[in-house]
Nanobody, 125 residues
Framework: QVHVVESGGGSVQAGGSLRLSCAAS????????MGWFRQAPGNERAFVAA????????QYADSVKDRFTISRDNAKSTVYLQMTSLKPEDTAVYYC??????????????????WGQGTQVTVSA
């Protein structure tokens, strides 16, 4: 079992920045790929970004590429999502995930994915 807890959400004006953090516990953090999803009201949950166990590979949704950066610190068992040039359409609840399979974030099903409770990000125009 892996327990993940998000933090760092809040309200910001368009063009601003926020950094989300996700602290993991329960298993060896460096064995897990980590990712972020988001869900806006009335929308399905959508992939945002993911990073492999070592941090050597990352992938992004087209909508956030060149604005968001995912990183991890295995010594702190924490993954980060640096968000810049925020837009009102980035408003959503952001969820952190952990899985042994990095390919999950490319669409390969995985039965064991751990989810956090989410953190709200609100971007005003």
């Amino acid at each position: 079992q892996v327990h993940v807890v998000e933090s760092g959400g809040g309200s910001v004006q368009a063009g601003g920045s926020l950094r989300l953090s996700c602290a993991a516990s329960g298993r060896t953090f460096s064995n897990y790929a980590m990712g972020w999803f988001r869900q806006a009201p009335g929308n399905e949950r959508a992939f945002v970004a993911a990073i492999n166990w070592s941090g050597s590979s990352a992938q992004y949704a087209d909508s956030v590429k060149d604005r968001f950066t995912i990183s991890r610190d295995n010594a702190k068992s924490t993954v980060y999502l640096q968000m810049t040039s925020l837009k009102p359409e980035d408003t959503a609840v952001y969820y952190c995930t952990a899985t042994r399979s990095y390919t999950y974030y490319s669409g390969v099903p995985d039965d064991t994915v751990y989810w956090g409770q989410g953190t709200q990000v609100t971007v005003s125009a």
